[in-house]
Nanobody, 126 residues
């Protein structure tokens, strides 16, 4: 079992930056695939970025070059650095995890993840 708590969301103007954090507790954090998802009302949850236990990463095309996922195993914390934010990035952002390696070949799919945080809202104004 893993418990996840996100923080760091807020409102920012287009072109600005935010860093999201996800504090994990309950199990051996570094054995899990960790990811960030986002969701807007009426739409499916979209995989944004994922990081494997060995540090390898995967990103959605829409955020490549702007977002960076990272983790601090000593602090059991996952991060998402978001730069050059656009209004289309406005969404509720969720941290998620599943035990074992990430399955990057299949993409970042919500159905693969077992544990979810409550979400943190990111709003980007033009």
């Amino acid at each position: 079992q893993v418990q996840l708590v996100e923080s760091g969301g807020g409102s920012v103007q287009a072109g600005g930056s935010l860093r999201l954090s996800c504090a994990a507790s309950g199990d051996t954090y570094n054995r899990y695939c960790m990811a960030w998802f986002r969701q807007t009302p009426g739409k499916e949850r979209q995989g944004v970025a994922a990081i494997d236990s060995d540090g390898s990463t995967s990103y959605a095309d829409s955020v490549k070059g702007r977002f960076t996922i990272s983790k601090d195993n000593a602090k059991n914390t996952l991060y998402l650095q978001m730069n050059t934010l656009k209004p289309d990035d406005t969404a509720m952002y969720y941290c998620a995890s599943h035990y074992g390696s990430c399955w990057f070949v299949a993409g970042i799919r919500a159905a693969d993840f077992d544990y979810w945080g409550q979400g943190t809202q990111v709003t980007v104004s033009s």
